[in-house]
Nanobody, 116 residues
Framework: QVQLVESGGGLVQPGGSLRLSCAAS????????MSWYRQVPGKERERVAT????????NYAGSVKGRFTISRDNAKNTVYLEMNNLKPEDTAVYYC?????????WGQGTQVTVSS
């Protein structure tokens, strides 16, 4: 059974930091590209960051470049999103995604709220 379980969300003040984690199971994690997406009510889900299966390629949305860092630990089947200098517009539900060929898996999401 495929599972992606996100954790680490919460309430943080503007300028603060959070580290999201996504623990994967039920598939060969090291074969999959991993991404973080986010979504706010009434808007489409937005891709935030992607990391390749071999941990050599990363890609970021322009709105988070220089503030967010995606990484992965294939030995722990976990992908991370380090978020620094958070802004109120980063408030969203953050989702973990695993993708390879026709396979596309999603986690249940974790809420991140940036507010003073």
């Amino acid at each position: 059974q495929v599972q992606l379980v996100e954790s680490g969300g919460g309430l943080v003040q503007p300028g603060g930091s959070l580290r999201l984690s996504c623990a994967a199971s039920g598939f060969t994690f090291s074969y999959f590209g991993m991404s973080w997406y986010r979504q706010v009510p009434g808007k489409e889900r937005e891709r935030v960051a992607t990391i390749g299966s071999a941990d050599t390629n990363t890609n970021y949305a322009g709105s988070v470049k220089g503030r967010f860092t995606i990484s992965r630990d294939n030995a722990k089947n976990t992908v991370y999103l380090e978020m620094n200098n958070l802004k109120p517009e980063d408030t969203a539900v953050y989702y973990c995604n695993a993708r390879r060929l026709l396979y596309n898996y999603w986690g249940q999401g974790t809420q991140v709220t940036v507010s003073s």
